[in-house]
């Protein structure tokens, strides 16, 4: 048996421990919302799933250990960083990050016996900054950094405030306030993974060059992970009207949501979406979107922000475009890992046919729906101008 093979099944131990402790999270969220939801035999079955899988990964990684010292493998991080300040410096982190990462692929080990690489802080950074580039759903809603799998948040509902009672009485009894409605959020956090195959050349680039190779790539699938799980719970918005007129649209603003969302709120619609409402106007000719301007490349209905999304990142429903109305960063809260990933194999999964290197790329979050009063969902086709004679009419 080969150090390939045993770090093979040491990675599959490693990812059987991570699935089962993400079932005893979820088990302990469900017996949180109902102490019916399973029985005793299956607690008791996955704990002791779990205490066996755990050993099955020591053994795994004793064996894997044991092979790379016969081997004589050098050791790569032996040598302490060089130190500027108090401070690791940069430049050599990256340096220690590619080489890394070479002899992750050329020797399936890092020389520290762990099982792919975490992405450093600095290079998580810059797939940050590169993210805002691309039209990211995730910079509209809440962003939550958090350290653990799994979590809950208690969050204050929209209530109706009533007034305080009249006590005409001077010894009269004061009773209670309507107190705050909270609710508790629980968030679970997934891995989301992908596959990507590139070949070996790549290896022979330079540091900087594979660096910025390995943040565009990881900026994109991270994007679009994140946008697709951010459209589901969108998806969740309680009211979908259907638009088809001027007045429909001020429908969706005036009587959908709390008038102290409204101050902070927006229209977001796809390009196709944008291009339709762009030429929708009101009974006096004017258009219904109209520049800012203080901005003049970006557009407002009634004072309200227009959120353009492509349409490969928000795209048509059956046909229709979406219209959301609302503020999703109260509405919405993404809880970020920020424990990104990347396992490399240039012999298995077909790489070793056809010369090829493939990376796995592994993001860690959860999206919540927050407040469904936040945000309103809509959906259009055309748009009819408002009927002439109706401005200033309330008709």
């Known amino acids: 048996m080969n150090i390939n093979q045993l770090k093979d099944a040491f990675d599959m131990a490693g990812q059987k421990v991570q699935d089962l402790e993400d079932k005893r999270a979820q088990f302990a969220i469900d017996l949180g919302n109902d102490a019916s939801s399973h029985s005793v035999d299956d607690i008791n079955k996955l704990n002791a799933s779990l205490k066996n899988a755990k050993m099955a990964q020591e053994l795994a990684k004793s064996a894997y250990e044991d092979a790379r010292a016969n081997l004589n493998a050098e050791p790569v991080n032996k040598k302490p960083l060089p130190v500027k ?50 039209t990211s759903l995730e910079s509209l809603a809440n962003v939550e950094n958090v350290t653990t799998s799994h979590g809950s948040r208690v969050y204050e509902k929209l209530a109706d405030i009533t007034p305080l009672k009249d006590l005409d009485d001077e010894s009269a009894l004061i ?53 697709a799980k951010i459209l589901e719970v969108m998806g969740k918005a309680p009211k979908k009207p259907t638009i088809s007129q001027f007045d429909n649209i001020k429908d969706l603003e005036n009587n959908t949501l709390d008038p102290a969302i409204e101050s902070t709120s927006s229209f977001i619609t796809n390009q196709s979406g944008y291009n339709i409402l762009s030429k929708v106007k009101d009974a006096d000719g004017r258009y219904l979107m109209q520049p800012d301007v203080t901005s003049p490349d970006k557009y407002l209905i009634d004072g309200k922000p227009v959120i353009r999304i492509a349409d490969k990142w928000l795209p048509d429903v059956s046909g229709s475009h979406p219209l959301y109305f609302g503020d999703l960063k109260q509405g919405i809260t993404l809880f970020d890992r920020q424990q990104m990933q990347i396992d490399t194999t240039n012999v298995g999964a077909g790489s070793f046919e056809h ?12 999206v919540q729906l927050i407040d469904d009063g936040a945000f309103a969902a809509a959906s259009f086709k055309t748009v009819a101008n408002q009927a002439q004679g109706t401005a200033g009419t309330g008709k």
């Open 175 to 227: 009773g209670d306030n309507d107190d705050p409605e909270l609710t508790v959020v629980k968030y679970l956090i997934h891995r989301y993974a992908g596959i990507t195959t590139v070949t070996n050349t790549l290896l022979k680039d330079t540091v900087d060059n594979i660096i910025q190779w390995l943040v565009n790539w990881a900026a994109k699938k991270d994007v679009v992970t994140r946008n």
């Open 355 to 366: 010369d090829t290197t493939k990376l796995r790329f592994i993001d860690r979050f959860d």
């Open 85 to 134: 300040d108090g401070k690791p410096d940069a430049q050599a982190m990256k340096n220690q990050f590619v080489k890394d990462f070479k002899n992750l692929v050329t020797s399936g080990t890092t020389g520290t016996g762990n099982a792919g690489l975490t992405i450093p802080e600095d290079i998580q950074l810059q797939i940050r900054t590169l993210t805002r580039s691309f």
